[in-house]
């Protein structure tokens, strides 16, 4: 396999992320003393960082591995959104269609860190589904991105915060459908079952459970094909990827099923890793057709990423040197 030949093609490649993004606001600094309103720890707030979360993580994937990328989604008419809109400009991710509502605010995760510890964490969001009038605004813009720009691939990447509605995401599967794009997910509990007919499902081990509501005694190929069979009733969708954490990850398409185990890594966050996965697995397999090849690659970018403290992008080269030494 010519690794530097596919990885240059992903330069060609358009991906459409549509779902929930977020912002991740950091507040770092250090405590000197207890407050005397109450028994908390004033926290003397030394630096703020701001970082792009939820489906805008999985865009910084796509971008990172050379691929034109739009992120489709519903932010706030707030400044939050204009930090977030900011973010994915500095990071070359296409923002034009983007919308800004004034009846949402953008989700906003608020960490306060002392001596590299978590102190508190902030949410500020909005969790009921999008109005119906914004679900069309969302649809019209993934026609126009069709029609203007015609992406190899669009990837659902849901967090349950309201974006991706049972129906929007049945138009959006029947539009890409019509037009020959490949369709992969990242899936929550909610809308669990809503993803009918997409090519590529991508859970973890744990959502499929809660999802199947089943408990599995053994982890191999058979119980995990099983599973496939159970969720393609449901779904009727082409290929199951589902990420096994340590055991590494599982597929079955229409002519194979493979378990590939993880490699060793030094493994301080896994935070994020499941961004990674669902995107390279992607775009490589968008890039390729090959279900176990883009399993292969996504494997070893999620193993990668959680040497990364904190939420980070996979790093284009290292992930290339790492395919030749390991999958040639």
Not at 223 to 229: A, D, F, G, M, R
Request: charge should be negative; aromatic fraction near 6%; proline fraction near 2%.
């Amino acid at each position: 396999m010519n690794f530097e030949q596919l990885f240059e093609a992903f330069k060609g490649k358009k991906v459409a992320v549509v779902g929930d993004v977020m912002l991740d606001t950091y507040w770092w600094g250090h405590v000197e003393r207890i407050s005397p309103e109450a028994p908390v720890p004033v926290v003397a707030v030394d630096t703020k960082e701001y970082r792009i979360g939820g489906a805008g993580n999985v865009a910084l994937n796509t971008v990172a591995l050379g691929a034109q990328t739009f992120i489709i989604s519903v932010i706030g008419a707030d400044t939050n959104g204009d930090t977030l809109t900011k973010l994915y400009q500095e990071q070359h991710i296409n923002t034009q269609y983007l919308l800004a509502s004034t009846d949402r605010i953008t989700t906003n995760k608020i960490r306060i860190i002392s001596r590299n510890q978590q102190m508190m964490r902030l949410d500020e969001e909005l969790t009921t589904d999008i109005s119906t009038d914004l679900q069309a605004q969302v649809l019209q813009q993934v026609e126009l991105c069709i029609a203007n720009d015609k992406p190899d691939v669009v990837i659902f990447e849901d967090y349950n915060k309201g974006v991706l509605t049972e129906g929007l995401i049945t138009q959006l599967i029947a539009l890409c459908q019509a037009n020959g794009i490949v369709t992969t997910v990242d899936p929550k509990r909610k809308n669990f079952f809503a993803y009918k007919g997409v090519d590529m499902f991508k859970p973890n081990l744990k959502e499929v459970k809660e999802g199947l509501n089943i408990s599995l005694e053994a982890v191999n190929t058979t119980t995990l094909s099983e599973i496939h069979t159970q969720l393609q009733a449901h779904l009727q969708h082409h290929i199951s990827f589902i990420t096994l954490s340590e055991k590494g990850v599982f597929y079955k398409d229409a002519t194979e099923a493979n378990i590939i185990p993880t490699h060793i890594r030094n493994i301080a966050d896994v935070s994020g890793a499941g961004d990674t996965v669902i995107a390279v697995a992607s775009l490589v397999y968008a890039t390729t057709n090959n279900m176990n090849l883009a399993a292969e690659i996504a494997n070893i970018a999620g193993g990668l990423v959680c040497e990364e403290v904190g939420t980070a992008a996979i790093n284009k080269q290292k992930l290339l040197k790492e395919c030749a030494l390991l999958l040639n």
